[in-house]
């Protein structure tokens, strides 16, 4: 599912190393100095009478697009607070991520604890309005931009819940720390960590986490990286001696003279005997791939989902002595075993491209032992795998007293990957490739009586047994099990 998430932490990597700004070469002195002639005539003689500010907020813009590197930015005494309190999940606000919806942005969660929620605003409500004003056609940094503001000042959003009539609900900005690790033990002891960016703490919450998950009788681990654009690179090195040997490679730095720096992990792992899965998307970026590489680079974890974001370049902050500071790119990253990711991404190991299935297939990866079975009620649209009720529903057609089922979801969900190529439907099984067919030209027809309405390939019952799913019907129910052996 293609989800156009505002997500709180941009793609980034970023390191600590506070450099001290160079002395400037007689060359670079001689051009700042018409720079500084050519804003002093600015100044004194243009029409629009620009005021400093302005020439030398224009000369810094310049002098980042020249850079041509889209990572670059120059923070103010006063953005730089700000942004070091975003890398770390303190935040001024109502507590909200938001969607981009067809016509109006939608809730997409809620944190706990913060005025939102106290405030009864749920994951799907439709934000029609804030202050009055109609949300149609603003994009997602509009909608944010209305909604923040500073603790204690009032916002009041617009909201559409269902079919009910809008509501109005005032809300008190707060100060919000969004925690950026989260867990839960999952059936058959498997633990859950969702990490949704790498702020100062990460690496310290996340060996707490594992910890007080095995203590619960953990036996084996879902890392979730969907979503997470990144942040401090110290915390995913952290975060990778947990499973891996102290003074382990965990990623190496290559300069712009090609010199490589090795970094290695530096304490006694914790997580050193799990069965690890990592998810990963294609929003998955820096920090999370640093880590999801490393992992799967020494074969800890395999990686289920889609391809990561590919963003394999490390960027610093140096202080100016104005009090802020200039954000640039100074190294690109190798994951332990030599790969450049950059602008290229992390396979992973086990394509699922349904959102709603991508935990639910991590965890079939860590108990093979249980045949997956997808039960979903035609008459109520509720769908479960392995008795766990999934946010999707599955519709089914009929034709020719047969049932057709939608292709995608129903193959990911029995631990089967699923691509289109050049107009041809292939079929994996791991590695292997069991079935594969020709698209439909029309909408219908084809070798295997594949139908595509709405955009939806359908497949024939038929087709499903030649794949080793069994289907048993019961009323308006039907239920699909696959046997992996």
Same mark, same amino acid.
């Given at each position: 599912?293609? !989800?156009?998430?505002?997500?709180?932490?941009?793609?980034?990597?970023?390191?600590?190393?506070?450099?001290?700004?160079?002395?400037?070469?007689?060359?670079?002195?001689?051009?700042?100095?018409?720079?500084?002639?050519?804003?002093?005539?600015?100044?004194?003689?243009?029409?629009?009478?620009?005021?400093?500010?302005?020439?030398?907020?224009?000369?810094?813009?310049?002098?980042?697009?020249?850079?041509?590197?889209?990572?670059?930015d120059y923070?103010?005494a006063?953005?730089?607070k700000?942004?070091?309190?975003?890398?770390?999940?303190?935040?001024?606000?109502?507590?909200?991520?938001?969607?981009?919806?067809?016509?109006?942005?939608?809730?997409?969660?809620?944190?706990?604890?913060?005025?939102?929620?106290?405030?009864?605003?749920?994951?799907? +409500?439709?934000?029609?309005?804030?202050?009055?004003k109609?949300?149609?056609?603003?994009?997602?940094?509009?909608?944010?931009?209305?909604?923040?503001?500073?603790?204690?000042?009032?916002?009041?959003?617009?909201?559409?819940?269902?079919?009910?009539?809008?509501?109005?609900?005032?809300?008190?900005?707060?100060?919000?720390?969004?925690?950026?690790?989260?867990?839960?033990?999952?059936?058959?002891?498997?633990?859950?960590?969702?990490?949704?960016?790498?702020?100062?703490?990460?690496? $310290?919450?996340?060996?707490?986490?594992? $910890?007080?998950?095995?203590?619960?009788?953990?036996?084996?681990?879902?890392?979730?990286l969907?979503?997470?654009?990144?942040?401090?690179?110290?915390?995913?090195?952290?975060?990778?001696?947990?499973?891996?040997?102290?003074?382990?490679?965990?990623?190496?730095?290559?300069? $712009?003279?090609?010199?490589?720096?090795e970094?290695?992990t530096?304490?006694?792992?914790?997580?050193?005997?799990?069965?690890?899965?990592?998810?990963?998307n294609?929003?998955?970026?820096?920090?999370?791939?640093?880590?999801?590489?490393?992992?799967?680079?020494?074969?800890?974890?395999?990686?289920?989902?889609?391809?990561?974001?590919?963003?394999?370049?490390?960027?610093?902050?140096?202080?100016?002595?104005?009090?802020?500071?200039?954000?640039m790119?100074?190294?690109k990253?190798?994951?332990?075993?030599?790969? +450049?990711?950059?602008?290229?991404?992390l396979?992973?190991?086990?394509?699922?491209?349904?959102?709603?299935?991508?935990?639910?297939?991590?965890?079939?990866?860590?108990?093979?032992?249980?045949?997956?079975?997808?039960?979903?009620?035609?008459?109520?649209?509720?769908?479960?795998?392995?008795? !766990?009720?999934?946010?999707?529903?599955?519709?089914?057609?009929?034709?020719?007293g047969?049932?057709?089922?939608?292709? !995608?979801?129903?193959l990911?969900?029995?631990?089967?990957?699923v691509?289109?190529?050049?107009?041809?439907?292939?079929?994996?099984?791991?590695?292997k490739?069991?079935?594969?067919?020709?698209?439909?030209?029309?909408?219908?027809?084809?070798?295997?009586?594949?139908?595509?309405?709405?955009?939806?390939?359908?497949?024939?019952?038929?087709?499903l047994?030649?794949?080793?799913?069994?289907?048993?019907k019961?009323?308006?129910?039907?239920?699909?099990?696959?046997?992996?052996?």
């Amino acid at each position: 599912m293609n !989800r156009r998430i505002l997500i709180l932490v941009c793609v980034l990597l970023v390191v600590f190393g506070w450099f001290k700004p160079a002395q400037a070469a007689d060359d670079l002195e001689s051009d700042a100095a018409l720079v500084l002639e050519l804003m002093d005539l600015m100044h004194e003689y243009h029409l629009n009478n620009p005021d400093a500010d302005t020439l030398t907020n224009g000369a810094i813009q310049g002098l980042l697009d020249s850079l041509e590197d889209p990572y670059a930015d120059y923070f103010s005494a006063d953005t730089l607070k700000d942004y070091i309190d975003s890398l770390n999940g303190y935040l001024e606000g109502i507590g909200i991520e938001i969607l981009a919806g067809e016509q109006y942005p939608c809730v997409y969660s809620v944190i706990p604890g913060t005025p939102a929620a106290k405030s009864g605003i749920m994951a799907g +409500d439709i934000i029609v309005a804030v202050d009055g004003k109609s949300t149609v056609g603003w994009t997602l940094a509009d909608v944010v931009e209305k909604i923040k503001g500073p603790s204690g000042s009032v916002v009041v959003l617009t909201i559409q819940r269902g079919e009910d009539d809008s509501l109005d609900v005032d809300l008190k900005r707060a100060d919000i720390h969004l925690p950026s690790v989260h867990q839960e033990m999952l059936a058959g002891q498997t633990g859950y960590i969702n990490l949704t960016f790498f702020g100062s703490d990460t690496g $310290r919450e996340f060996n707490k986490a594992v $910890r007080d998950l095995k203590a619960a009788g953990m036996t084996s681990l879902i890392i979730d990286l969907r979503n997470n654009g990144g942040g401090y690179a110290q915390e995913a090195v952290d975060i990778i001696g947990d499973f891996v040997a102290k003074d382990t490679l965990a990623v190496s730095t290559v300069d $712009r003279q090609g010199n490589r720096e090795e970094v290695r992990t530096w304490d006694k792992p914790v997580a050193d005997s799990l069965p690890v899965v990592v998810i990963v998307n294609e929003l998955s970026a820096s920090a999370s791939e640093l880590l999801a590489g490393a992992l799967q680079d020494y074969k800890i974890a395999s990686l289920v989902g889609t391809a990561t974001f590919g963003k394999g370049v490390v960027q610093t902050i140096i202080p100016l002595s104005s009090g802020g500071a200039l954000k640039m790119t100074v190294f690109k990253y190798l994951t332990p075993a030599g790969q +450049d990711i950059d602008s290229v991404g992390l396979t992973p190991d086990h394509y699922v491209f349904t959102w709603e299935l991508q935990k639910e297939v991590a965890w079939q990866t860590l108990h093979p032992e249980h045949m997956p079975r997808l039960t979903f009620d035609l008459a109520t649209g509720r769908t479960t795998l392995n008795d !766990r009720v999934l946010e999707i529903n599955i519709k089914a057609r009929i034709k020719d007293g047969a049932y057709m089922l939608p292709l !995608r979801p129903v193959l990911e969900a029995m631990f089967y990957q699923v691509f289109w190529q050049d107009g041809v439907i292939k079929v994996f099984a791991g590695q292997k490739e069991v079935w594969r067919a020709n698209l439909p030209k029309g909408g219908t027809g084809g070798q295997s009586d594949i139908i595509v309405q709405d955009g939806v390939s359908y497949l024939p019952e038929n087709i499903l047994r030649q794949l080793n799913i069994d289907i048993s019907k019961e009323e308006s129910k039907i239920t699909l099990t696959r046997s992996m052996q």
